[in-house]
Antibody
Framework: QITLKESGPTLVKPTQTLTLTCTFS??????????VGWIRQPPGGALEWLAL???????RYSPSLKSRLTITRDTLKNQVVLTMTDVDPVDTATYYC???????????WGQGTVVTVSS | EIVMTQSPATLSVSPGETATLSCRAS??????LAWYQHKPGQTPRLLIY???TRATGIPARFSGGGSGTEFTLTISSLQSEDFAVYYC?????????FGQGTKVEIK
């Protein structure tokens, strides 16, 4: 059974760096063509894809946020970490991590973690 | 950058009727297209991948079609639990951009 769980701060001040961790189980991020992604949803807004990291350590980013995002993995700890620099109140959202198998969309999602950016 | 555009923004449908949702890509994504259902307070649920393949456990009343730049999600005989927001997402070139969503509401 695949599970994912997000963790990180609930409140971040503007201009700070946000670090979120996705801890997963039930699969290995070294399996061929498997990926883990981050997606967010602002209050009342749409889903927005942020970043993906794949089994071969290939990393992909949303073009609009690429300059502020870094995604990394720890295959021994079964974790994926997303950092977002220079946060702003518009980055207030529920942040999800999700599993992406080969040739598919995100089939299993974490429960999400709410992040508020405010001074 | 590929932009995904969904229409309409809101669709009002009576239970038992059929809903047809559209998704357009600004460039061809072949069949690298997924559909999700999202209800308030829940995590998004994968419905369709590969443009037309139902994910595990998804009822047959959900069907996807299209390729290239034009895609549709059809929900036949709408049930009460189907009223939700639906998103398309492309995953060409190992990316993951979503559309802005279509809300299916009770008429």
């Amino acid at each position: 059974q695949i599970t994912l769980k997000e963790s990180g701060p609930t409140l971040v001040k503007p201009t700070q760096t946000l670090t979120l961790t996705c801890t997963f189980s039930g699969f290995s991020l070294t399996n061929n063509a498997v990926g883990v992604g981050w997606i967010r949803q602002p209050p009342g807004g749409a889903l927005e894809w942020l970043a993906l990291i794949y089994w071969d350590n290939d990393m992909r980013y949303s073009p609009s946020l690429k300059s502020r995002l870094t995604i990394t993995r720890d295959t021994l700890k079964n974790q994926v970490v997303l950092t977002m620099t220079d946060v702003d109140p518009v980055d207030t959202a529920t942040y999800y991590c999700a599993h992406r198998p080969a040739g598919s969309g995100f089939d299993v999602w974490g429960q999400g973690t709410v992040v508020t950016v405010s001074s | 950058e590929i932009v995904m555009t969904q229409s309409p923004a809101t669709l009002s449908v009576s239970p038992g009727e059929t809903a047809t949702l559209s998704c357009r890509a600004s460039q061809s994504v072949s069949t690298n297209l997924a559909w999700y259902q999202h209800k308030p307070g829940q995590t998004p649920r994968l419905l369709i991948y590969g443009a037309s393949t139902r994910a595990t456990g998804i009822p047959a009343r959900f069907s996807g079609g299209g390729s290239g730049t034009e895609f549709t999600l059809t929900i036949s005989s709408l049930q009460s639990e189907d009223f939700a927001v639906y998103y398309c997402q492309h995953y060409r070139d190992w990316l993951g951009t979503f559309g802005q969503g279509t809300k299916v509401e009770i008429k």
